[in-house]
């Protein structure tokens, strides 16, 4: 277990840092930013020196896979259906909650190293990611994963095993439950509106992929005689609750449709470029619209890392690429994304550093090459010149949870990941 460094009732008084170019203290009190200013004089239990430092909101990644860590570097390369058909679904087979606890623990000692704080799973024994989370003192929302291979019959069996009971206890405040039904071709019409049902009844997301591939788009206008988007609005599962992955495939209607229902959306770059799914996200057409986009890694399975601040780079790049446009997606604006509209998405009162919000944030190390010169403009300097090697100190709900890049337990999660892999890959 990761010990933090001070409990929910210290006080953290940060002096001197960099805070959207100005130098001020920033005041932490139990789990929120209580003070920001120049000269705090008011002691706190703990001091950090911010004079070579910046600090930026923790990042809220908004769709992975976090217990497929142990899957990276394997089935490299590959169209998206070949890739789950032959690699990874026969080996999540062997999945158990010892692996699904240890892979999780790993992705969370590479997503507080790369300065996300927040992130949006959807994997399979959710109670154990969930625990192996808490543990780790980062916030997660792990959602009850539905497949049932488009068969309504096997998808009522499915509903009676959900009981919301199983996500009420034994948890902190920074874990939050979900519902997520896969996708339009492994779950069925009724199970979508049964989910959706659920989680209105329990004021929770839905969490779905869909409009990924070129290929699900034809099948969806095959199978159902609509695009992806419009059978679930038929479907009547298009609602604010609703969080999508991916959202590649689609048109100016659906864009509406979308904007109408107060649909999320969560981009993932790297995922989409590495399975070529595509690399036309309609950001700015999205955006125009009113629709809230945040920022995802996908699984290490298809993006390989969890480097949110790498997955910013690649979406402001690709939006100035394909639409030949330089001034596409400035790194201010790709930060955004990556932090308010990421809390927004998970209704969580972070996403900024300003005073009452809760205390999740990340500092950078700008005595470095990628931070000089100090230009002021270290918002574009952490888009487009760093990477997630480049934080130094993370902070969640309150708790400092690495300092000077050192996590309490690193050492042994490597270790225990390295030995399960063999148990999970069999061929």
Request: a neutral charge; charged letters at 20%; hydrophobic letters at 40%.
């Amino acid at each position: 277990m990761v010990k933090t460094i001070n409990d929910s009732k210290m006080s953290i008084l940060i002096k001197n840092i960099l805070l959207d170019d100005n130098r001020t203290d920033i005041l932490i009190k139990g789990n929120r930013i209580a003070t920001i200013a120049k000269n705090i004089l008011q002691q706190a239990d703990q001091i950090i020196d911010g004079t070579n430092k910046a600090v930026f909101p923790g990042l809220v990644n908004g769709h992975t896979h976090a217990a497929m860590t142990f899957f990276r570097g394997y089935g490299d390369d590959l169209p998206l259906e070949e890739w789950l058909n032959t690699k990874i679904w026969p080996n999540e087979k062997n999945l158990t909650d010892e692996i699904v606890y240890w892979g999780t623990k790993l992705a969370c000692l590479e997503m507080i190293k790369t300065g996300t704080t927040t992130f949006n799973d959807m994997y399979f024994r959710f109670k154990e990611a969930a625990r192996a989370t808490d543990e780790m003192g980062i916030r997660g929302v792990f959602p009850q994963l539905m497949f049932d291979n488009l068969d309504p019959e096997r998808g009522k069996i499915i509903q009676s095993q959900i009981n919301y009971k199983d996500f009420e206890s034994g948890y902190s405040k920074r874990i939050q439950f979900a519902i997520a039904p896969h996708a339009i071709y492994t779950v069925s019409g009724n199970s979508y509106k049964w989910a959706m049902d659920f989680a209105t009844e329990h004021n929770i997301i839905v969490h779905t992929h869909l409009s990924e591939t070129q290929t699900e788009y034809q099948n969806s206008i095959k199978n159902f005689g609509l695009s992806p988007i419009r059978y679930l609005n038929k479907l009547g599962v298009l609602k604010p609750n609703l969080v999508i992955a991916h959202c590649l495939w689609l048109d100016d209607d659906e864009i509406k449709m979308l904007a109408d229902n107060d649909v999320k959306v969560v981009h993932n770059p790297n995922s989409n470029l590495k399975l070529a799914s595509g690399h036309r996200f309609l950001y700015n057409e999205m955006q125009q619209k009113g629709i809230c986009i945040g920022l995802g890694t996908d699984g290490c399975s298809s993006s390989n890392n969890l480097d949110m601040i790498e997955a910013m780079k690649m979406m402001s790049l690709l939006q100035k690429g394909w639409r030949l446009d330089p001034t596409a997606l400035p790194a201010a604006e790709a930060i955004k994304v990556a932090t308010q509209n990421g809390a927004r998405i998970l209704n969580i009162n972070a996403g900024k550093i300003e005073e009452g919000r809760l205390a999740d944030m990340f500092m950078v190390n700008t005595n470095t090459p990628a931070f000089t010169p100090l230009n002021n403009n270290t918002a574009s300097n952490l888009v487009y010149a760093a990477n997630g090697s480049h934080v130094d100190t993370v902070i969640c709900d309150g708790k400092i949870i690495m300092k000077n890049r050192k996590i309490d337990g690193e050492e042994e999660i490597i270790k225990k990941a390295n030995e399960l892999v063999s148990k999970l890959i069999k061929h």
